[in-house]
Nanobody, 119 residues
Framework: QVQLVESGGGLVQAGGSLRLSCAAS????????MGWYRQAPGKQRELVAT???????NYADSAKGRFTVSRDNAKNTVYLQMNSLKPEDTAIYYC?????????????WGQGTQVTVSS
């Protein structure tokens, strides 16, 4: 099992910034990807950004140019720096950990952290 602890959500005005953190512990996979998804009320959960162990990143179009995902492999921690926040970024943000062992992929989710952007 992998445990994920998120922090950094909150309330911010439009145009502001927030930084989310997610620390993984437990049965860490040597090959993994960590990242963030979000779910707004009445909508499906969607990708925000992910980063692999080797540093390869993937961003949703809505996040490109405003959000930056990074990780500290020594701390098994992933970060999401969110700048120029918009009201439509309001959602619960979930940390995702995807571990790979051979052909087997295992997903873990954090409990979610609320991000609210006021206009």
């Amino acid at each position: 099992q992998v445990q994920l602890v998120e922090s950094g959500g909150g309330l911010v005005q439009a145009g502001g910034s927030l930084r989310l953190s997610c620390a993984a512990s437990g049965n860490i996979f040597s090959i993994n990807a960590m990242g963030w998804y979000r779910q707004a009320p009445g909508k499906q959960r969607e990708l925000v950004a992910t980063i692999s162990t080797g540093g390869n990143t993937n961003y949703a179009d809505s996040a490109k140019g405003r959000f930056t995902v990074s990780r500290d492999n020594a701390k098994n921690t992933v970060y999401l720096q969110m700048n120029s926040l918009k009201p439509e970024d309001t959602a619960i943000y979930y940390c995702n950990y995807r571990g790979y062992r051979g052909s087997i992929e295992t997903n873990y989710w954090g409990q979610g952290t609320q991000v609210t952007v006021s206009s």
